[in-house]
């Protein structure tokens, strides 16, 4: 007799999906600039934050992970199961906001990126890939699509690859990444609350969960966990390796950024970088052309795997909220309200970059709505991942209850101290 194919096979490769991707998501260009501010102001010195974080971010989207695969539903519609709709619109709106905003820095990004690299106009090539990123979520069926997303997280080794081409003395690096070295002043703290900012955002909660949702609607023997817990082991042993790595690859990423342009810009005096752009163009004479090129093409492929995650997790937690039919496996007649928020958020961000808004304020208001908005929704999360209404039998542990809410206070203290240093 012929064998029978096991419903549900994870060779290691396979195993890596929505996990690998929303961590790829998170080194966009925005968060470039950022790493890169970091690296040129202040040297190896803010090197342990990429290490710091790293626990509090896989704790945080582990809890996102299962929430999505446990209950076969997206964050926003767990929410409406236990708090007012009105405070799930108000954290959704404000999501949206920071959401559209951030698209529009990092269109304007890759335009500027591209122009540096063969010339042209930026705005004409922030309009290129606006509307490619537009056209590749709302006319390619998932599947292909998700693909596409992974593949693109390669372009993130562009990073790995100008650390290679620099000198660096990795004795230096150990000591400081290891022992921190702090500095008692606003400037230091403020890059500080930046950097956790950047790295726990909301909409990576958002799309994480969203997608574990996604992958489930695709695999036709796959199903809720509350529904089939047989399967509990394999799926939740799945996310955990997708999260664990997904988060190492985004916190390597930023660390070799942050190393690139403290090893260059930080040692040749160039101490202010407001876009990952001009942190691109700096290098140019410090470490020559082909690291140049590899740090631009880096922004363009990050920013084009940045853009669809940003607008679809504002589009999934409106759809969501609003109980409208969603996600990227339905077709656009399918799912109107949902591809029409993708449509707009991207069409708005795109937009915002042909007015008089200063993108650099624009973005740094962004990280306060993200900043602020971040610590309610971690909240929320951790209250529903305990809740037996919800997860019933796979309620979160208390290791992953412990680091989920250390995270959660973190976050807090950031934006505590962000307020105190206005």
Known sequence: MPKTKPKYNYPALKQLGPGL?????????SGIATYSQAGAQFGFNLLWTVVLTYPLMVGIQTVSARIGRVTGQGLVANMRKVFPRWLCFGIV???????TINIAADIAAMGEALQLVVGGGEHGHAIIFGLTSLILQVFIPYQKYVKVLKWLTLSLLAYVAVVLMININWGDVIIHTLLPHIT?????????????????????????????????????HASPLLHSPKNAHTQLRRIKIDTYIGMGFSNLVAFFIMLSTAATLHVAGITNIATSAQAAEALRPIAGNITFFIFSLGIIGTGMLAVPVLAGSA?????????????LDKKLAEAKPFYLIITLSTIAGLCLDFTRIDPIKALFWSAVINGVIAVPIMAIMMIMGVRPEIMGAFVIKKNLRRLGWLATMLMLATVIIMIVLW
């Open 184 to 220: 008692i002043s606003v400037e230091y703290a403020t890059i500080v609350v930046a950097l956790f900012g950047t790295t726990i955002s909301p909409y990576l909660f958002f799309w994480q969960a969203s997608q574990e949702v996604e992958e489930m609607r695709n695999d036709k």
């Open 93 to 99: 709106l404000l999501l949206l906001i920071a959401n």
């Open 315 to 327: 589009a999934y937690a409106m759809a969501e909220c609003f109980d409208w039919s969603e996600g």
């Open 21 to 29: 991707i929303t961590g790829a998501a998170d080194d966009d260009p």
